[in-house]
C-alpha cells in the first residue's frame, strides 16, 4: 500500500477547513478545493485525526 | 530571464491582500493567487476585530463589510459569574462583527486597484528554485498546470502554512500551540446584539466558547478545544453541539452555515524571512494566543510587508537580509505582546472551572477603570494571591 493511502478521508464529513494541513508536522497533507490530499511523506502520526474538528479522517491499520 | 513579477502573493486573505496593495503602491509589479474560486468564501473565522486593530492596520472602516458594531465583551465563567466589559474599561479593544465574504473582497479590491494582478481557482503546490535561490511558484490553474517567477514569494496561506514550510521556515506547530474550531452562523436565538460573549472554561477546554453577533438574531456561534485536551476525533463539533443544546438562548436556533477551521496559539516565530521569501498573517503564525483573533495582526503585518517590499522592487534586492527591515517592523509592534499572550495562555489553559469562577467573580466586583494585564492583577491580588504570583511571573 502506498503511504498516503493509509488514510481516508470522509468527504461528506470533510469542512475542507484545513485543520488538517496546518497540523501536519510533516506538511505532508494538501487541500485542493474539497479535496484532502497526502503525500508519501506522512509518517502515520495521526494528528490530523486528532485535529480533524468534524472527525472526518481516519488512519488504516498497515497492511 | 527577467522575472514576470517582482512578487507573488500566494493567497488572497486579509493579510495577503493588504501586502499586496501596500507594495502594489508603491510599483512594484505583483500577482496574487487565490486557490479557491471566491476570494472571502467559505469562511474559517468567528469574524470579530477591535477597532484598535483596524486603526494599526490602517483600514477604514466601510459600513458594507460590517455585520454589527459591538459596544462591549461578557466574559463568562463556568457557573455563569459575569464580568461586562465596555468602553470605558476595554477602551479601543471593543470594535466589530465583520463579514470577512465582503470584507476579504474590499482588501482585494483595494489590491487590485493599486495594480495587482489576481488569479482565482490558482494553486502554488511548491516553490521553484535555481541554485538554492527561490525564483518563484509551481501549481495549477483551473486545472491546468502553472508556474510563474518572481523576485520574492510572500506566503499568505494561512494556518494551512505551506509555502514557509517549502522555503524552508519552519511553522510547523506542537498540539498545545493549535485550537481546533466549529462554528455555526445561527439564526433565531436570543442574544445581546451589541455585545460579544466568551464562555470560558470545560465548556471549551484549552479555548472558549464565543457568541458574536450578526445582526439581528444572528450570531456566530462556536468554540475552540485547544490540541492537547482533545481526546478523541470529531469532538470539536460534539462540544459545540452539546454547548447549543444546554443554552437556553441559543436551543430554538437553527443553522445556515457551518465553519470548521483550526488556529494557531503559538509563540512567535524566530523567523518569517528567507532569501526571497516572507510570510504574513496566520502563515506566519502571528494570531493572538489568547483570543485566537488573526485579522488585525495579519493586517498589520500585511501592512509592513507590502510597505517593505514596495520600496525593496526598486533595488530588486529581496535578500534575507534587506527583508530583515519587515522583520524589525512587524516585531516591534507585535512580537512583545505576543509573547507575554502566549505565556499567560499557558498558564490560563491549566486553571479548573472552580478557579475560572473566582477570577470572573472577583473582576466582576472590582472596579476597574483600564483593562489591562497590570490592572486586573492588582484586582486578583487580594483574593487569589498565589494564582496571581504564577502569573507576575510572566510580566
Known amino acids: 500500500m502506498r503511504k498516503a493511502d493509509w488514510m481516508k478521508v470522509n468527504v461528506e464529513r470533510c469542512m475542507h477547513c484545513g485543520a488538517c494541513v496546518g497540523s501536519c508536522p510533516q506538511n505532508a497533507i494538501y487541500l485542493a478545493e474539497v479535496m484532502v490530499e497526502f503525500s508519501d511523506a506522512c509518517n502515520r502520526c495521526k494528528r490530523c485525526v486528532k485535529m480533524c474538528p468534524v472527525g472526518a479522517i481516519t488512519m488504516e491499520a498497515k497492511a | 530571464m527577467k522575472p514576470d513579477y517582482d512578487i507573488i502573493v500566494v493567497g488572497a486573505g486579509p493579510a495577503g491582500s493588504w501586502t499586496a496593495y501596500h507594495a502594489a503602491k508603491q510599483g512594484a509589479s505583483v500577482l496574487m493567487i487565490e486557490k479557491r474560486q471566491e476570494i472571502g468564501a467559505s469562511l474559517r473565522c468567528a469574524e470579530g476585530i477591535s477597532q484598535e486593530g483596524l486603526n494599526k492596520a490602517g483600514i477604514t472602516v466601510d459600513k458594507t463589510w460590517v455585520s454589527a458594531k459591538i459596544a462591549g465583551a461578557k466574559l463568562v465563567s463556568p457557573h455563569g459569574n459575569l464580568l461586562r466589559l465596555d468602553e ?8 466589530l462583527v465583520l463579514n470577512r465574504h465582503l470584507f476579504d473582497k474590499a482588501l482585494a479590491a483595494e489590491a487590485a486597484r493599486a495594480g495587482t494582478t489576481i488569479m482565482l481557482k490558482t494553486s502554488a503546490t511548491g516553490l521553484t528554485k535555481e541554485n538554492g535561490k527561490i525564483t518563484g511558484i509551481v501549481g495549477t490553474s483551473y486545472g491546468e498546470p502553472f508556474k510563474a517567477t518572481a523576485k520574492c514569494v510572500v506566503g499568505a496561506d494561512g494556518y494551512e502554512s505551506q509555502v514557509g514550510r ?6 510547523s506547530l506542537k498540539p498545545n500551540d493549535i485550537t481546533s474550531c466549529f462554528q455555526y452562523r445561527m439564526t433565531n436565538i436570543d442574544i ?5 460573549e466568551f464562555l470560558l472554561g470545560s465548556v471549551a477546554p484549552g479555548g472558549y466558547a464565543w457568541i458574536f453577533p450578526k445582526g439581528g438574531d444572528m450570531a456566530n456561534v462556536g468554540l475552540g478545544v485547544l490540541g492537547t485536551k482533545l481526546k478523541k476525533t470529531g469532538e470539536v463539533k460534539e462540544y459545540l453541539d452539546r454547548f447549543i443544546k444546554k443554552d437556553p438562548r441559543l436551543k430554538n436556533g437553527q443553522p445556515l452555515e ?3 477551521a483550526a488556529v494557531s496559539v503559538s509563540a512567535p516565530l524566530d523567523k518569517v524571512t528567507a532569501d526571497g521569501l516572507l510570510l504574513v498573517g496566520d502563515a506566519a503564525r502571528v ?15 500585511g501592512r509592513f510587508a507590502g510597505q517593505v517590499l514596495g520600496e525593496l522592487a526598486q533595488s530588486g534586492d529581496f535578500s534575507a537580509a534587506a527583508l530583515q527591515k519587515y522583520e524589525k517592523l512587524w516585531r516591534d509592534e507585535l512580537e512583545n505582546k505576543l509573547w507575554r499572550n502566549w505565556m499567560v495562555k499557558e498558564k490560563l489553559i491549566t486553571l479548573p472551572d472552580e478557579t475560572l469562577d473566582d477570577v470572573i467573580d472577583v473582576l466582576s466586583k472590582s472596579n476597574i477603570s483600564k483593562m489591562n494585564v497590570y490592572n486586573l492583577l492588582a484586582a486578583l491580588k487580594e483574593r487569589l494571591p498565589d494564582l496571581v504570583k504564577e502569573f507576575e511571573e510572566f510580566i
Open chain 2, 258 to 260: 457551518a465553519v470548521g
Open chain 2, 88 to 95: 470605558r474599561n476595554a477602551g479601543n479593544e471593543v470594535g
Open chain 2, 287 to 301: 494570531i493572538d494566543p489568547i483570543t485566537g483573533g488573526g485579522i488585525s495582526n495579519g493586517t498589520i503585518q
Open chain 2, 166 to 171: 517549502w522555503g524552508g521556515i519552519d511553522t
Open chain 2, 192 to 196: 445581546e446584539e451589541d455585545f460579544c
